[in-house]
């Protein structure tokens, strides 16, 4: 934890109320999010209980399984599910633009459960159902292997930091408001909610200490409340169970089932709604559109892999495929930190904090200075000096970049305590276009309040890694490649 | 070949007398000859802290060129890279005044001046201007750009900090290679936080060492036996908190090393005269400082670490070491931390005193007379995977010739009663020893008997 969020959350004990902790917002919301709130049976593992899935907060649909230990039972649940989630997915692969030789969707589906928990639901459903075979011994509805890799997509999606394919609500409301309780209890979506927005007339810890009641505010799942199993879930499972099908017994008993998990569901569903809301409320910060952007190629290229009847996602990496992921979340990780500084000072405020950004004045600027480079040829390498309060603890060699001017990098040529503060000065190089002489205003000006940090964007491209069927012996050798075998379709789903 | 357990801690009475010279020799003497035979694809050597790990890189690597075949040398910095070229460069001047090192480089880079102007020693960012030399040196990040050419040999300097995925994008450069490291410092990191990929043999990941040996089992596994920077002070503690299985000895027997300070604390009782004391007759200090929840910038801790530096000179300590005797120069101290934003601290509290502040990753293979430790868990409300983590406490641990001199604030085994670790274990996942709890309790249960509060 940060001080900036250390001491955001003392504020909130004292105020009794969530404080924010980003001024904009950091993650992008979907004009037309499917929400997602699934629930499981206790004591058996990822066995699907019930869902509430839907576009639109007015009109949600609720699935459900009356004995979620029957296989075909769940099957056909992941049939209903995909017959909901596969459409919605669809119905973003016609609209299109240009990128470079080839299309990217205009816009992308975006997935939003209550917590982590119901991201972890997901991979694993994912994981259960892409295997399956439509034809065979155990076969399962054409829509079910299908669902398995749109659930994998979403959930290896939501491992890419600063990707919203599939997002956590309790995650994302954390990262922009501070509560007065620990991250275990803000995993509660229903606390966290109640410490950012409380009902009139009480403050935020009120108002969590009471939606920790179960009765009053059903668990966001995926775990139910174990009250509710065992008074009203058992005994209306047992119904179901001893009822001779068809009957109008097994009728009644399919009712009330609905009817108790609609009930558990629904606080939760509005929610879910009203925590969006809440999100929407934020000005998008500057760079959410490139990243969602990064989510639609995503999505576009795995919409065609899966169109061409691509094989399900394997069960695990081999060697060169995790290293290469490795790569890829880090240098994600990386540009994602820099570019929520970036856009949100309150976030940079962290990194001024520890020193590694600074904010200050323009003291000097000597904007025509040209030197050579490696090459002996003349380039423009404006020198400009910041006066700044802040600790900075940057080392003379450090490239920075400043929040309104990210396209130009400096290079820290000396650091000079002075005694009202630090004296720190760059030599820039980029964005000044190719004219001897820097255009206006591509060079920081006197008196300009700048914030460089030191937090930048990964920019090299890690080296090339080699080709699967080349891995070498410290590594196990080339792995036999992966063929779907009929056993992976019998699977037991646990 | 393994370390003779039952000698270990055997007194000098024993039957067989521990000879360190004699053992250290035989043990280079097996390494070198599994790696030159060829027999085995890679030779595995574990190093305990000082063990005359760059001695033995040197010596393979001038075994491999004396008969012209081609090697290539992999370190993980680019300062590890430019000692052992120092270090080549000087051997290979005497024996062999022919060969030559081609120090590959990124672009942009200048070579020291210790280097620069070697005579036999050629730097570029290009492979093809470096030539065909006898031994080709370069970090792992940079011979991951190198295509398309193979070298008969390797060595891999510092294996166990190297990722396994940096090792997969080398691996096809080399047909056989010796890697050295110490299992016992710090384990690459990530700053990605996943299980995604838990339990597989090639998890990038776990180190390069991990990696290889799991999906190899076969390869020889070698140990260096006598750490000969430690003092005999250190060898009980840092073996058994760090290498509970192995162990190792030190070069040096009861009494040959020792910290003695020049002028007398003049009868002064300040807590930072009674540690150094205590440091001086024990080889070990703990300044306890009275019990706070802190940020991790303690003013008060940074300011008591840099008071016991500053003392150590101001009292002229002098390192003994057999009949040999050397003032202590603050080049020659060392001061360890956790954090970057510590050693920042640390450094505003130094003023101008010219000594080495880091953190525990870069003072990995360093070497210094005496070390000040800001113990990783002072002042912390809690105990994080990180701060527990044993390698961390290692390097700190295990820096000093003469003495180490550890700053806390009181209640560090309270927190660590108080947080076991938690973490779940994951299939088919080796357990790693030792366990960063277990060794920081162990560690903490030494340094109490060293102890002087602050009050």
């Not at chain 2, 050597?45 to 491999?64: H, M, Q, Y």
């Not at chain 2, 070298?151 to 990722?163: K, N, P, T």
Request: with cysteine.
């Amino acid at each position: 934890m940060s001080v900036i969020t250390a001491y955001a959350r003392a504020r909130a004990v004292a105020a009794g109320v969530a404080q924010p902790i980003a001024t904009v917002r950091h993650v992008h919301l979907a004009e037309r999010p499917l929400v997602f709130v699934p629930l499981t049976l206790a004591g058996e593992a990822n066995a699907p209980l019930a869902a509430m899935i839907g576009t639109d907060a007015e009109k949600p649909t609720l699935l459900t399984v009356p004995q979620p230990r029957n296989r075909d039972l769940r099957f056909a649940f992941a049939a209903r599910l995909a017959d909901i989630v596969v459409p919605y997915v669809d119905s973003f692969s016609h609209e299109v633009e240009p990128l470079r030789d080839t299309v990217c969707a205009v816009d992308a589906p975006q997935l939003i459960v209550p917590n982590p928990m119901g991201i972890e639901f997901t991979r694993l459903l994912g994981r259960s159902t892409r295997f399956r075979r439509t034809d065979g011994p155990y076969a399962v509805a054409p829509g079910v292997p299908l669902l398995g890799r749109w659930l994998t997509y979403f959930a290896e999606r939501a491992e890419h930091p600063g990707s919203c394919a599939l997002l956590a609500l309790t995650d994302a409301l954390s990262l922009h408001w501070a509560t007065g309780q620990s991250a275990l209890e803000d995993t509660n979506l229903a606390a966290l909610m109640a410490w950012i927005d409380p009902p009139a007339e009480s403050s935020g810890a009120q108002a969590a200490r009471e939606a920790e009641n179960p009765k009053v505010w059903p668990p966001a799942g995926p775990a139910t409340d174990p009250e509710f199993d065992n008074q009203v879930l058992a005994p209306l499972i047992r119904a179901y169970d001893t009822s001779a099908p068809d009957s109008p017994a097994r009728q009644r008993a399919l009712d009330e089932l609905e009817q108790a998990l609609a009930s558990q569901l629904e606080p939760t569903w509005h929610l879910m709604w009203r925590g969006i809301a809440h999100l929407r409320s934020l000005p998008p910060g500057v760079s959410v559109a490139g990243r969602w952007a990064a989510d639609r190629r995503a999505f576009t290229d795995f919409h065609r892999y899966v169109s061409e009847g691509g094989a399900p996602q394997p069960r695990r990496d081999g060697a060169v495929a995790a290293a290469y992921r490795l790569n890829l979340l880090e240098r994600a990780r990386t540009t994602y930190e820099a570019e929520r500084a970036f856009d949100d000072p309150l976030v940079m405020a962290t990194h001024r904090l520890t020193g590694e950004a600074f904010q200050g004045t323009v003291v000097s600027v000597d904007r025509e200075r040209r030197v050579p480079n490696e090459k002996g040829n003349l380039v423009t390498r404006p020198l400009v000096t910041v006066h700044t309060k802040d600790p900075v603890r940057l080392p003379a060699g450090a490239k920075v970049a400043a929040a309104t001017r990210r396209s130009q990098t400096g290079l820290i040529v000396s650091v000079e305590t002075v005694p009202d503060g630090t004296l720190v000065t760059l030599e820039l190089s980029g964005g000044m276009g190719r004219a001897k002489v820097p255009p206006p205003g591509s060079v920081p000006a006197l008196d300009e309040q700048l914030c460089y940090s030191g937090v930048l964007p990964e920019n090299i491209p890690s080296p090339a890694l080699p080709p699967v069927e080349e891995t070498p012996w410290t590594h196990g050798g080339p792995p036999q490649p992966y063929e779907p075998s009929d056993e992976d379709a019998a699977e037991v789903w646990e | 070949m393994t370390v003779d357990t039952a000698s270990r801690h055997s007194t000098m009475s024993g039957p067989a007398r521990f000879d360190p010279a004699a053992e250290a020799e035989r043990a280079t003497q097996a390494i070198l000859a599994d790696f030159t035979s060829a027999h085995y694809r890679g030779v595995v050597v574990d190093s305990p802290p000082g063990a005359g790990k760059s001695t033995l890189v040197v010596r393979a690597a001038a075994e491999i060129a004396a008969t012209g075949e081609p090697l290539m040398i992999v370190a993980q910095t680019n300062e590890q890279v430019d000692d052992l070229v120092d270090r080549l460069a000087r051997r290979l001047a005497q024996n062999m005044p022919s060969a030559r090192i081609g120090r590959l480089s990124r672009a942009g880079y200048t070579a020291p001046d210790r280097i620069a102007n070697l005579p036999n020693v050629t730097v570029d960012s290009d492979l093809t201007a470096l030539g065909e030399p006898t031994i080709t040196i370069a970090t792992a990040a940079k011979w991951a750009h190198v295509k398309d050419r193979t070298w008969r040999w390797a060595i891999v300097d510092e294996a166990y900090q190297m990722r396994s995925d940096s090792l997969l994008a080398i691996a096809s450069r080399f047909e056989r290679a010796l890697f050295v490291g110490d299992p016992g410092q710090l384990d690459p990191f990530s700053t990605v936080d996943s299980d995604r990929w838990r339990g597989l043999t090639w998890d990038p990941m776990q180190s390069a060492v991990a990696v290889l040996l799991r999906n190899n089992p076969d390869l020889p596994v070698h140990r260096l036996p006598v750490s000969w920077r430690l003092p005999h002070t250190a060898e009980r503690i840092i073996a058994d908190a760090f290498y509970p299985h192995t162990g190792f000895r030190s070069g040096t027997g009861p009494g040959e090393r020792g910290l003695r300070l020049g002028t007398a604390s003049g009868g002064s009782t300040a807590p930072i005269d009674a540690v150094l004391n205590e440091a001086a007759a024990s080889g070990w200090g703990l300044l306890e400082l009275p019990a706070r929840y802190t940020v991790r910038t303690d003013s008060e801790a940074a300011a008591a670490v840099a008071a016991v530096a500053r003392r150590l000179i101001e009292r002229r300590a002098v390192a003994r070491s057999a009949d040999q005797e050397q003032p202590i120069t603050p080049q020659r101290i060392a001061i360890g931390a956790a954090h970057r934003d510590q050693v920042a601290a640390i450094r505003t509290a130094l003023g101008n005193l010219p000594v080495a502040v880091d953190t525990a990753n870069r003072l990995q293979g360093r070497e210094y007379d005496v070390t000040v430790v800001l113990h990783p868990l002072s002042g912390r409300r809690d105990a994080s995977a990180f701060h527990l983590e044993s390698g961390r406490l290692c390097v700190l641990a295990s820096r000093h010739r003469q003495a180490c001199v550890v700053v806390a604030r009181a209640g560090i085994r309270e927190v660590l009663d108080t947080h076991p670790p938690t973490g779940p274990v994951h299939l088919s996942e080796p357990v790693k020893f030792p366990d960063g709890w277990v060794a920081n309790q162990t560690v903490m249960a030494h340094l109490e008997a060293h102890r002087v509060r602050v009050r």
